[in-house]
């Protein structure tokens, strides 16, 4: 009986596997579809050729064309996303700390929460009107200034959710014993609490860098052709009235370099994060 | 308890509670008074005239709004449930191989990852009714392509696609986290009673995972109702208003049309409409005491 059901076993899990296999071929074939796309020539695209000679040319065009901004584009990514993200770690530790592990009359807390739990509710195009209204007033509309203000609170609420998940795992009583070997404020975050909230600010980190990376609408709504990010870009593409689709695809396979990065790299994260907010 | 230096405390703070003011409900608020006015912008001043509250009247003649409220409903209610059900049984899959099923793991979550712009550049060229693929492999075995976006019967149906594909990961990854938490002895225990792989899913570990399930649901509905992304690169609401959503009437209102007093109507809207599912969201946990 015992070899009839590892036998049976066997055989579900090949099952099993199978479509696991079927489910990553479904979430894979649509990249190697644009990264094949990337390196065509639009004519054998418009072909449909299954068998061609890859060229570099459309890489090229999108970085190295005069008339592309598409490395224009990638540096304003990099630089709003990097200083927002940075933004948005540090103070939320900072506040998060403050409000889960002081003590601060509960309706302080409580806005705090419902602001999180209104940002990530409220479809942020409704945002950026807001901020689009605010930033033509004071004449920082097309800056990298208000899209980087912008993406910083945007992400903050959920950044907050997020830490505030870590902060409750790390035992009280060390703190405590800190604080009566008399060691500072300072001291305090700088020698206790930011090493126990490393891989909370690591999930973090990644997670708000994923986001503000790929967020469009907010962008989109915040620049110009000079400060556009790489979403804006790659919309800007299909827009045209004659698609260059195999640039569009070249480009698109360009702005997937860090989330792959981030796959390779920061995987446990990821997940960590992705669940922590949802889960907890 | 140690007192804690209440100096750091509130200086920790002070960044948040400014970003909250100046950044998050000042703007609001200021939407709520341009929601009322009409706006336009003559060499670089802006002129406000009063109109008090005719764009909220005129929200419900909005044939593009109603179109709107209409389709993401939809997209909600089918892309929501369709991710649930996949990502559960992958969720299940991954747990009972154990694992082995690490690096599917990892490559099933990648689209996550991608701008939705991407995503959405990405299943442009697979829809496209010349060359993209779907209509490659039909053509290959004998049958006529279609247009998928570009006909009203089939582009709301072509979104959804797209948003199953980007999104189930998340629906995945939390069901998972759920799964491997559920306690092991209980499947035992019903395996030991004799019973069939089926009636252990049915009766012991679906009843376990409904609260995750629930709440995975309803993660992806809130983030399912904000679709724009894939919409404004797909179709940009057409044909005529037959993938029109929400998200992108507000857009097309407020920045296309530069109809910044009918759009902040919208958003303030919008807003009070999330509001009061905050406070309903509220009252009920606090009636089921799970506030902690």
Known sequence: MNHAVSKRYKRTTTYLIGFLVLAVFTTLAPFVYIAMSSFKTQISLLMGDVAFTPTLMNYDEVLFDRTSDYLQNF?????????????????????????????????????????????????????????????????????????????????????????????????????????????????????????????????????????????????????????????????????????KYTQMAAASVLSAVPALLVLLFGQRFIVRGLTAGAVK | MAHHNSLGKVLSLTPAVLIFAFLALLPVINLFIVSFHEVSWLGGTKQMDWVGVDNYVAIGDDPLFKAGVFNTIIVVLVATTAQVVIGLALALACSSVGDRSRPFRALIILPLLIPGIVIGAIWRLMYNSEFGIFNLVLNSIGLSGHDW????????????????????????????????SLPRDVSEAAKIDGATAWQEFRKVTLPLLYPAIFMTFLFRAVMASKIFDEVFLLTGGGPGTSTEVVSFTIFQRYFLQDNAGYGSALSVSIIFVVSVIIVIALNANKSKGLSQ
């Open chain 1, 75 to 243: 540096t304003n990514s990099v630089v709003v996303t990097s200083i927002s993200t940075s933004l948005v770690v540090v103070i939320a530790f900072f506040a998060g700390y403050s409000l889960f592990r002081m003590r601060w009359p509960t309706y302080v807390v409580n806005i705090f929460l419902i602001w999180s739990m209104a940002f990530n509710l409220i479809p942020s195009v409704t945002l950026a009107s807001a901020w689009y209204d605010l930033a033509r007033s004071v004449g920082l509309n097309n800056d990298y200034i208000a899209l980087i203000l912008a993406h910083t609170t945007l992400h903050l609420p959920m950044a907050l959710w997020l830490l505030a998940s870590f902060f409750r795992e790390i035992p009280r009583e060390l703190e405590d014993a800190a604080y009566v070997d008399g060691a500072s404020f300072v001291t305090l975050v700088r020698r206790v609490v930011t090493p126990l909230m490393m891989p909370g600010l690591m999930a973090t980190g990644i997670l708000i860098f994923v986001f503000s990376w790929n967020e469009f609408p907010v962008a989109l709504a915040l620049t110009n052709n000079d400060t556009g990010t790489v979403p804006v870009a790659i919309a800007k593409y299909a827009q045209e009235e004659e698609i």
């Open chain 2, 149 to 180: 976006l570009g006909s009203p019967s089939t582009a709301l149906a072509a979104v959804i696609v797209v948003d199953v594909w980007h999104w189930m990961p998340f629906a995945f990854l939390l069901l998972l986290a759920a799964v491997e």
